[in-house]
C-alpha cells in the first residue's frame, strides 16, 4: 500500500505532472450498466505485455522505493542498494520504519472498516510489494467475497502481484498501469470486468499523493472519485515532514523518487467533494472508526497523515468533529455539501 512510481518519477518529472499527466476530466462519465464478471483471479493486459516484461531486466543496483518500503516492513523482497538507502534514510529520521508501519497498519483498519459498511470492491492504486496485511487480506477478514483490484506501475510490484494471482487468490486482479492516467485505468476491460462504477466502491490511495505536488494529487484524487458511485469510499495517506531533519530525509529520498510534503491544509484538498469519516484527518497511529478521543503524540519532524472520505450520497450522519477546544488539536473549517460548515472542524493532533 505504498506508492511504487519507481521507473517513471524519478527526479523531477512529477512537480510536473499537470492535469494532462492525471488525466483529468472535468466532465464526469460513469457507465451505469453492470459489467459481467472477469474470471476470478485475473491480469490486465492493457500496457501489461510491455511493463511486465521490463520486470526481468530491473536494476538491482539503483534503489527502489517499494523495496526500500518492503525492508522497512520486514519483507524479504529487497537488494543491497534498497537496503543501503533504507539505512541511510533511517539514520537520518530513526522513526521512519515505525510511520511505515503505522501506515500500513492503518490502511488495514481502514479498509476493515469500510468493508464492515458492506463495500465488497476495491481499488488500490500504487499498492506495492504485497506485504502483510494487504488490502485482500485485511477486507477478507470481514467479507470472504470481496473483489480487490490492485494497479501499479513498477514492473517488479506487479510481477509479484500477478503471482498472487498464479497462487490462486481470486477475486483478485492486476493492472500494470500509470495511475495518473485515470481513464486508461478504470476502462481497462479488465477492470471493468471485475469492478462496477455504478455500485459503491473503495478507492485505496496510499502513500501515493506525496509523490505529486498538492495541485496535481488534488485533481488526481478529483479525478478518481467524481467517478465512485455516491455511498463509495476514499481512503488516502501521504508522509510529510517539516525543518532540518525532514530536509535532509527528503534531499536524501530523491535517490529513489521525488517527495513532496503536503501541509493539513493540502491534505485536506484531497478530500474535496467527499463526507469526512469520523474522527477525521489524524496521523496513522492515531486514526480508529468511530474514535471520539484522540490519543495525543508528541509533534515529530515527520509523520503520516490519513482520512477516509465518503462519496455523499446517504447521509453520513456526524461527519466532522466539533471543536472541544486546544484538546482537539488544529481547526480547519471545511465545505461540506448539504453539511453547514459553522462551527465543523477537521480534528488532528500535529
Known amino acids: 500500500m505504498a506508492l511504487t512510481f519507481a521507473g517513471l518519477i524519478a527526479g523531477d518529472e512529477v512537480a510536473q505532472a499537470g492535469p494532462a499527466a492525471i488525466g483529468h476530466d472535468p466532465q464526469p462519465r460513469c457507465d451505469t450498466g453492470s459489467p459481467a464478471r472477469a474470471p476470478a483471479g485475473s491480469v490486465s493486459p492493457a500496457r501489461g505485455g510491455t511493463i511486465r516484461g521490463m ?124 495511475v495518473r492516467d485515470r481513464d486508461a485505468v478504470l476502462s481497462a476491460p479488465d477492470l471493468v470486468g471485475y469492478i462496477d462504477l455504478s455500485q459503491p466502491a473503495c478507492l485505496v490511495m496510499g502513500a501515493v499523493l506525496h509523490f505529486l505536488d498538492a495541485v496535481s494529487a488534488a485533481e488526481l484524487a478529483a479525478s478518481y472519485t467524481q467517478l465512485l458511485a455516491p455511498g463509495s469510499y476514499v481512503v488516502i495517506t501521504v508522509g510529510r515532514g517539516d525543518g532540518e531533519v525532514a530536509d535532509r530525509f527528503f534531499s536524501m529520498y530523491r535517490a529513489a523518487a521525488r517527495m513532496h510534503s503536503h501541509s493539513l491544509d493540502q491534505f485536506a484538498t484531497f478530500f474535496e467533494g467527499l463526507e469526512m469519516v469520523p474522527p477525521g484527518l489524524l496521523l496513522a497511529g492515531q486514526w480508529q472508526p468511530d474514535l471520539r478521543h484522540v490519543r495525543h503524540v508528541p509533534k515529530r519532524p515527520g509523520e503520516v497523515l490519513v482520512g477516509v472520505g465518503k462519496v455523499p450520497g446517504r447521509l453520513l450522519h456526524g461527519v466532522l468533529c466539533r471543536g472541544a477546544g486546544s484538546r482537539t488539536g488544529i481547526k480547519h473549517p471545511v465545505r461540506q455539501t448539504g453539511v453547514p460548515s459553522t462551527g465543523l472542524v477537521l480534528r488532528t493532533q500535529l
Open 55 to 178: 520486470a526481468q531486466h530491473f536494476d538491482t543496483s539503483v534503489p527502489n522505493i517499494a523495496r526500500v518500503y518492503d525492508f522497512w516492513l520486514g519483507g524479504k523482497d529487497n537488494f543491497a542498494a534498497d537496503r543501503e538507502l533504507a539505512a541511510q534514510l533511517t539514520a537520518v529520521y530513526p522513526p521512519i520504519a515505525q510511520m511505515i508501519w503505522d501506515n500500513r497498519q492503518f490502511l488495514a483498519r481502514a479498509v476493515g472498516w469500510v468493508a464492515r459498511q458492506g463495500i465488497s470492491q476495491f481499488i488500490d492504486l500504487g499498492p506495492g510489494l504485497p506485504t502483510s496485511p494487504s488490502t485482500h487480506e485485511a477486507v477478507r477478514a470481514v467479507a470472504s467475497g470481496t473483489t480487490v483490484a490492485y494497479v501499479d506501475f513498477d514492473p517488479l510490484v506487479v510481477s509479484h502481484l500477478d503471482a498472487l494471482v498464479a497462487n490462486g487468490q481470486d477475486g483478485v486482479v492486476v493492472m500494470a498501469a500509470d
